[in-house]
T-cell receptor
Framework: EAGVVQSPRYKIIEKKQPVAFWCNPI?????LYWYRQNLGQGPELLIR????????DSQLPKDRFSAERLKGVDSTLKIQPAELGDSAVYLC?????????????FGPGTRLTVL | AQSVTQLGSHVSVSEGALVLLRCNYS??????LFWYVQYPNQGLQLLLK??????LVKGINGFEAEFKKSETSFHLTKPSAHMSDAAEYFC????????????FGQGTTLQVKP
């Protein structure tokens, strides 16, 4: 079974530039999460999808961050414009079903460096 | 609100020694608790989870953790450290609902010396 796939693995951009991250969850996993992990910290949830619906985006900085999961499968997280403080690892995770204490499976992450 | 505190950002042990990583949680509802491991440049991998069944939970790679409600703790242990155990370890708490939202601690880096 393929795991959670994320691309790119690394991205270096200058501040004020846009950037996008892509995630393909494990097949059949209807719940998808985006986390941000700052250096030396634990991951923090940005947004959670149940199928194509964003059901928890309370921690997403909506002035510059956006996300979509149009067909309820893969997802894209975008930052426009990027700021220096956005440098972090962006992790995607998926879970098989709502209503269970199912394990979240994490992708390898995208390491973003904003110069 | 839920929160997790991991005591000690860095722990160093000798190969073959006991590993003890500390985690205390705060939760107003019965918690679900998790330990994840993160190797360099990789995502998080679940070691074990507590979901209100047995208080002593066994996980992969010889790790186990004990849920102690009176101490609000969920410490991770392994009797004998291997070099391959060197990694970052995260404790996380989730509510009993169906959102699966995880609140992570700040992590503990485990160093294993030969």
């Amino acid at each position: 079974e393929a795991g959670v796939v994320q691309s790119p693995r690394y991205k270096i951009i200058e501040k004020k530039q846009p950037v996008a991250f892509w995630c393909n969850p494990i097949s059949g996993h209807n719940t998808l999460y985006w986390y941000r992990q700052n250096l030396g910290q634990g991951p923090e949830l940005l947004i959670r999808y149940e199928n194509e619906e964003a059901v928890d985006d309370s921690q997403l900085p909506k002035d510059r961050f956006s996300a979509e999961r149009l067909k309820g499968v893969d997802s894209t997280l975008k930052i426009q414009p990027a700021e220096l403080g956005d440098s972090a690892v962006y992790l995607c995770a998926s879970r098989i079903t709502r209503g269970s204490i199912g394990e979240q499976f994490f992708g390898p992450g995208t390491r973003l460096t904003v110069l | 609100a839920q929160s997790v505190t991991q005591l000690g950002s860095h722990v160093s042990v000798s190969e073959g020694a006991l590993v003890l990583l500390r985690c205390n949680y705060s939760s107003s509802v019965p918690p679900y608790l998790f330990w994840y491991v993160q190797y360099p440049n990789q995502g998080l991998q679940l070691l074990l989870k507590y979901t209100s069944a047995a208080t002593l939970v066994k996980g992969i790679n010889g790790f186990e953790a004990e849920f102690k409600k009176s101490e609000t703790s969920f410490h991770l242990t392994k009797p004998s450290a291997h070099m391959s155990d060197a990694a970052e370890y995260f404790c996380a708490v989730s509510n009993s609902g169906n959102t699966g939202k995880l609140i992570f601690g700040q992590g503990t880096t485990l160093q294993v010396k030969p």
